[in-house]
C-alpha cells in the first residue's frame, strides 16, 4: 500500500462508522496484512515444526500414592487419584509432606530426552490437582513451602534444557484445579460445575493469571504452554489467556486446549494419532503406558514398533508427537520407560533427517505398505511392512531421480511406469531382502519439483481398496448433516439412516473382492454398536448385511480405538479405472448414541488371506 492511500485509509477508518470501516481495506491490503501474519506465524512456528518430537512429564503429588489409595488400587489414570478416590483436599493436601524427590536430576532427564531425539519438554506447572510444581508466590500450595524437597525443580530443568538446546515449555490446567472452590473438577469438596457454570474471577485473575505470569517469567523463554480441559472457561476468558500469555511472551505457543477454539495450535485428543491437518500446525500427546502420572501396577507398555509408527504417522500428517512419562515421587524415570526412549533414540540418530523439518505427506491417504514425510525434492517413505518383493508406490507423477536406504546410503534401482488408459502411474523400488529397521526403514526418493500426485483414491498395490469414510462425500438430505467425523477420520453421529457415505476411486488390479465394513469401538472398547442394517452399492450391484464384529482388529497407531469388522460380500471389478462405492444404512442402532462409528470400507482381494 502507498503511503498517501494508507493514511487515507487510517483517516477514513477513523472518522467513518465500524460498519463502513470494516468494508474499506482493499483486497491487496487485506491479502498485505495476511502475509505478514504468516509470515510471523511461520517465525513462531518455526522451532515447533523443526522439532516434531517432545517430551511430556506428569510429575506432581499424584505420584506418591501411584494408584493407590488407602491399599486399594484405584482405577484410571495416575494424576486422576484425587478425583477417582474422591479424596478431600485436606487429605490429599498431606501428601505434600512425604514428596521429597532425592533422586531427581534435571540433567539426566534432559538428556534422557535429548538422546530419544526429542526437541522440547513440556512439564507440569500445574495438573488438576492444584498444586503448583514449582516456586509460586500465587499460592502457598507449592512445592518449594510444601513440601520437605523445598528446591524450585523448574529452575533446574528450565537451566539443563538451556544447556541441551531443548526448548522449555510448561503444561497448566487453568479450568480444572480440584483445591479450589470456583475452579472445575471437584465435586465432592464443592458444588457440581453444572452449578457452578463459571469459572468464578478470582480463581481465574488471583490464581491462573498470577501464576501464568510466574511461569512466564521465572524460567526464561518457554516454548508454549499446554493448557488442557478446557469447561467452564468462556470463550473471552480464553482469549483473555491467550492474551495474557502473548503480552509477557510473545512467541510463547498456546496450545488449543486453551479453550473455544482460539489457541495458536491444535490438539488431537489424548492419545489420539489424528489424521490431522496439514493446514494448521498440530500435536498429539501420547503415554509409553497407560497413565501420565506415575502408576507403580501399569506395566502396559507400548512396544517401540507402536511408538515409532505413532511418531512416524503423525509426522506425515504434519503434526508433533509428545512423548510422554511420568517420574516416581523420587524422582526417578521408570526403567521401562528409558528403555524405550532409548531405542526410539536409536531410530531417530539412523532417521531423523525424515521427521525433523518435515511437511506431511503428499497423498490423500496412507499407503499399506507405510506412509510419507517430505522435504523440498525428496519423499520419505516410510515402511512399516517391508515387502517380499519390490516396493510398489501408485500415483506419484514425478521423474524419481534417484533413491536410496536412509540407513546406509545403499541405493535402490528405480522403475516407473505409466498406464495412460486409466491415467495411471507406478514406481518400482528394488529393495534389498532385509528391513534395514525392525520398526521402520526409510526409503529416500530424490524428486523433481514439487510432489506431484494423483488425486483419485487408488487401490492399494496390495490389492486392496481402502475407503475411508472421511474421504467419503456426505449424501444427505439437509445440508447440515448430523454425521461428521472424529479426528481420525471415524464417522461420529450417523444415527440417522437418511444420510450415506460415497467414493470414487480408480481400480489399477482387477479381480473379485471381498466386501469388509470396518468400524471402531470407542475408546479403550468402552462400547460400540452392531446391527446396523447396510447395503453397500458397488457400481449399481448392491451387497447388503448387518455390521456386527464378526472379527476385531487393534490399529497399530491408534490402540486405544479397537476396530471390529463385518464380512459383507463378494462383488468382481473386472476393468480398471474408475469405480463408484457407497455405504448406504437401511437402519441404525443408535440406543447408545455411538451409531454406525465408520472407519473404512474395504474391498479386499478374495484370494487374499
Ligand atoms: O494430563 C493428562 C490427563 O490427566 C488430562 N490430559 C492429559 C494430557 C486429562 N484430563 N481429562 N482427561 C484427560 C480426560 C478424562 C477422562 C476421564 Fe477418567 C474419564 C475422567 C473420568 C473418566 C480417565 C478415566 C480418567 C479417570 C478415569
Redesign the pocket.
Known amino acids: 500500500m502507498n503511503p498517501s492511500r494508507s493514511l487515507a485509509v487510517l483517516l477514513l477508518a477513523l472518522t467513518a462508522s465500524n460498519a463502513a470501516a470494516q468494508s474499506l481495506p482493499s483486497d491487496e491490503a487485506a491479502a498485505q496484512s495476511k502475509a505478514s501474519a504468516d509470515k510471523d506465524r511461520d517465525r513462531r512456528f518455526q522451532w515447533f515444526r523443526e522439532a516434531r518430537f517432545g517430551l511430556f512429564i506428569?510429575w506432581g503429588l499424584y505420584a506418591v500414592p501411584a494408584g493407590e489409595w488407602k491399599g486399594k488400587p484405584i482405577?484410571?489414570?495416575g494424576?486422576?487419584i484425587m478425583?477417582?478416590a474422591r479424596i478431600p483436599i485436606a487429605e490429599y493436601e498431606l501428601l505434600a509432606k512425604q514428596f521429597n524427590p532425592v533422586k531427581f536430576d534435571a540433567d539426566a532427564w534432559v538428556q534422557m530426552a535429548k538422546d530419544a531425539g526429542m526437541k522440547y519438554v513440556v512439564i507440569t506447572s500445574k495438573?488438576?490437582d492444584g498444586f503448583a510444581m514449582y516456586d509460586s508466590k500465587a499460592s502457598r500450595y507449592d512445592i518449594v513451602e510444601a513440601t520437605p524437597f523445598g528446591r524450585d525443580p523448574m529452575k533446574e530443568l528450565a537451566a539443563a534444557c538451556q544447556k541441551h538446546g531443548l526448548k522449555f515449555a510448561f503444561?497448566y490446567s487453568q479450568d480444572q484445579d480440584w483445591h479450589e472452590s470456583e475452579a472445575s473438577g471437584n465435586v465432592w469438596d464443592f458444588p457440581a460445575d453444572d452449578v457452578k457454570k463459571v469459572l468464578g474471577r478470582g480463581y481465574f485473575e488471583g490464581k491462573v493469571k498470577a501464576q501464568v505470569r510466574e511461569i512466564l517469567t521465572q524460567y526464561g523463554p518457554i516454548g508454549l504452554i499446554w493448557f488442557?480441559?478446557p469447561r467452564l472457561i468462556t470463550k473471552e476468558q480464553s482469549q483473555e489467556l491467550v492474551d495474557f500469555v502473548h503480552s509477557i511472551q510473545p512467541d510463547c505457543l498456546v496450545s488449543g486446549r486453551v479453550g473455544h477454539g482460539v489457541g495458536d495450535y491444535d490438539s488431537a485428543g489424548?492419545n489420539q494419532i489424528s489424521v490431522g491437518s496439514t493446514e494448521r500446525d498440530w500435536e498429539t500427546?501420547v503415554t509409553l503406558n497407560d497413565t501420565?502420572g506415575f502408576k507403580k501396577d501399569d506395566s502396559n507398555w507400548k512396544e517401540v514398533s507402536v511408538l515409532l509408527r505413532q511418531l512416524v504417522e503423525v509426522a506425515a500428517h504434519s503434526g508433533n508427537y509428545l512423548l510422554n512419562v511420568g517420574p516416581t515421587a523420587e524422582g526417578v524415570v521408570p526403567q521401562p520407560s528409558i528403555d524405550r526412549l532409548r531405542e526410539v533414540g536409536q531410530w531417530m540418530k539412523v532417521n531423523g533427517e525424515s521427521i525433523y523439518g518435515t511437511k506431511g505427506t503428499p497423498f490423500r491417504y496412507d499407503a499399506s505398505w507405510g506412509t510419507v514425510t517430505q522435504k523440498p525434492g525428496k519423499l520419505y517413505l516410510h515402511v512399516f511392512d517391508w515387502p517380499k518383493g519390490d516396493l510398489v508406490v501408485y500415483g506419484l507423477r514425478n521423474k524419481v531421480r534417484k533413491a536410496y536406504l536412509l540407513a546406509d546410503k545403499k541405493p535402490v534401482a528405480v522403475s516407473q511406469t505409466a498406464n495412460p488408459a486409466i491415467d495411471h502411474t507406478a514406481v518400482r523400488f528394488k529393495l534389498p531382502a532385509k528391513a534395514p529397521s525392525p520398526h521402520a526403514s526409510v526409503i529416500v526418493a530424490e524428486i523433481e519439483g514439487a510432489a506431484q500426485v494423483d488425486n483419485a483414491l487408488l487401490q492399494q498395490p496390495s490389492g486392496t481398496v481402502e475407503l475411508n469414510a472421511n474421504q467419503g462425500r456426505i449424501v444427505a438430505p439437509s445440508d447440515k448433516p448430523t454425521m461428521g467425523f472424529d479426528a481420525r477420520g471415524v464417522a461420529t453421529r450417523w444415527t440417522s439412516a437418511d444420510e450415506s457415505l460415497a467414493w470414487e476411486f480408480k481400480l489399477v488390479q482387477p479381480g473379485a473382492f471381498d466386501v469388509v465394513v470396518v468400524t471402531s469401538e470407542q475408546k479403550y472398547g468402552r462400547g460400540w454398536e452392531g446391527g446396523h442394517k447396510v447395503t453397500v452399492d458397488v457400481d449399481g450391484t448392491k451387497i447388503a448385511g448387518t455390521i456386527e464384529a464378526q472379527e476385531k482388529r487393534v490399529p497399530p497407531h491408534n490402540p486405544y480405538w479397537p476396530y471390529a469388522i463385518t464380512k459383507l460380500g463378494r462383488v468382481t471389478l473386472d476393468k480398471a479405472g474408475t469405480h463408484k462405492v457407497a455405504l448406504v444404512p437401511q437402519s441404525i442402532e443408535s440406543a447408545k448414541k455411538f451409531g454406525l462409528t465408520l472407519v473404512s470400507v474395504e474391498l479386499v482381494p478374495a484370494n487374499k488371506k
Open positions: 506428569h482405577e484410571g489414570i494424576e486422576w478425583n477417582r495438573h488438576h503444561y488442557d480441559t489424548d500427546p501420565w
